[in-house]
């Protein structure tokens, strides 16, 4: 777990937990505070705790105050300060690295839903004296767990799952595509099973996002532009898109890509871009067109529309073109990563009369590997073929609706490689996956 590995560094420094709202970073800070003998909570939101910051200068002033706010006794004990929604004061931010400098026995968290679209922009945060970690919607594993389907999850994990319960393991992965991994939704379809119930908490998750516009915004254009992408942006999912008048708007390129940008930052999508090449390092070409992804499939297929013709699907690639299938499985290759910088990408070839397009690729230390989002017979991956054609790679990846399965495929050239053909449920297993086949 991330968190232990930070708190167990006797050099850490404060660390900021980075996540686009509601995504559950209180709810996990809580329950990692169980591990402490002192649990310090402040929501800066609240004009008491955001007070003691605006009037002390000194850390050691602010842990006073804090103490006595909370009533509680200072003992030299391993104590954890949890400061949310910290983008409210500036002051709070800045005594983040008087924190690192002066009381290094102290551990320190901040959050805030906000605080990503403010950095170096209202707020100038302490370089080089705070750490970062991203947090994301529950992957498939976890919400196994909230679903009380424990044994599954530990096989899954293992990457040890029996063909015999695969159709099994495809319907709870169904339902998860259905759900999504939103927190507050995952805890509620696991209590009461009912997804049309679910329609008032995706309904509050997207007012959340609205009503922030004004401070995701840096002036009225771009407060428009964001609103026109909230409204109308997640039927594009996981299909490339282009800036100039998007969504049927009149809004100009460099309108609309401030705005997505801003939204990037927030954490709400991912404009995922292409590369041509077939080798490490992977250069993402920021000229060409990007791929829409949101942080999270559950709110699409709502705000899509999307949910009666998933409900109860046999093969999840037969829908909306593939393209749900193709967002949510990038959705679970980013779910255990708590990179803040980490990226998704995918592969084009733009040569004349011979366009292609493979929906990831994986970079590991020694090479790039594809990634196809597709079902049927091998000859449909045509995309694939032509990329391992280019590549001194001789693996590759497919997830599809069907157990595992392994072959050897040739080509024309007759150069061979191996397709490991994966069901969808193990798209988070993928860097267990590539250590088990020696691909690093």
């Known amino acids: 777990m991330s968190l232990r590995e930070w708190a167990a560094n006797p050099k850490r420094k404060p660390l900021i937990l980075r996540g686009a709202r509601q995504v559950g970073k209180t709810t ?18 609240r004009k008491k705790d955001k007070d003691i910051f605006e009037a002390n200068d000194s850390p050691e002033d602010v842990l006073t105050a804090i103490y006595l706010l909370k009533n ?36 320190v968290i901040a959050a805030g839903s906000l605080l990503e679209t403010l950095i170096d922009v209202h707020i100038s945060f302490p370089v ?32 040890e799952l029996p063909e015999a319960i695969h159709s099994h393991v495809m319907k709870l992965f169904n339902e998860y595509v259905l ?19 679910l329609r008032k908490i995706y309904d509050t998750l997207l007012s959340g996002y609205r009503d922030d516009v004004e401070n995701y915004a840096g002036n009225k254009t771009e407060r428009n532009v964001i609103r026109h992408i909230l ?24 309108e609309v890509g401030e705005a997505f940008r801003t939204l990037e930052k927030a954490m709400v999508l991912e404009l995922c871009y292409p590369t041509v090449s077939t080798a ?52 679970e290759l980013l779910s255990h990563n708590d990179s803040v910088l980490a990226q998704r990408n995918f592969w084009v070839r733009d040569a004349k009369n011979s366009q292609a397009e493979l929906d990831f690729v994986i970079q590991t230390e020694q090479q790039l590997v594809p990634v196809e989002v597709k079902s049927g017979h091998n000859s449909k991956i045509k995309s694939m073929h032509l990329f391992m054609e280019q590549s001194h790679n001789n693996f590759a990846i497919r997830f599809w609706n069907n157990p595992m399965q392994k072959d ?25 996956i590539l250590k088990i086949n020696s691909i690093t």
């Open 280 to 331: 490490v390092p992977l250069s993402p070409d920021f000229k060409k067109s990007p791929k829409l992804l949101w942080l999270d499939s559950g709110i699409v297929n709502y705000v899509a529309k999307n949910q009666l013709e998933l409900f109860g699907t046999q093969d999840i690639s037969e829908h909306w073109k593939g393209k749900i299938a193709e967002h949510i499985v990038g959705q």
């Open 231 to 254: 409204k109308n942006g997640w039927r594009y999912a996981g299909q490339r898109i282009k800036f100039e008048c998007f969504g049927e708007s009149n809004y100009k390129s460099r």
């Open 72 to 107: 509680k006794e200072r003992k030299k004990v391993r104590t954890l300060l949890f400061i949310d929604e910290v983008q409210t004061s500036k002051k709070a931010v800045a005594l983040l690295r008087y924190f690192y400098e002066d009381m290094p026995e102290l551990y």
């Open 128 to 159: 080089g004296r705070v750490e970062y970690l991203a947090l994301r919607p529950c992957s498939f594993s976890e919400f196994l767990g909230a679903i009380g389907e424990n044994q599954i999850k530990e096989k899954l994990l293992s990457a």
């Open 408 to 432: 050897i495929i040739e080509l024309s050239s007759g150069k061979k490689y191996i397709l490991l053909s994966l069901p969808f449920y193990y798209a988070e297993m993928i860097d267990n």
């Open 179 to 197: 759900v999504g991994g939103m927190p507050e939704v995952v805890a509620y379809y696991a209590e009461n099973r009912d997804i049309v119930a």
């Open 28 to 45: 996990v800070i809580g329950e990692f505070a169980k591990e402490f003998d002192v649990f310090l909570h402040l929501n800066l939101e």
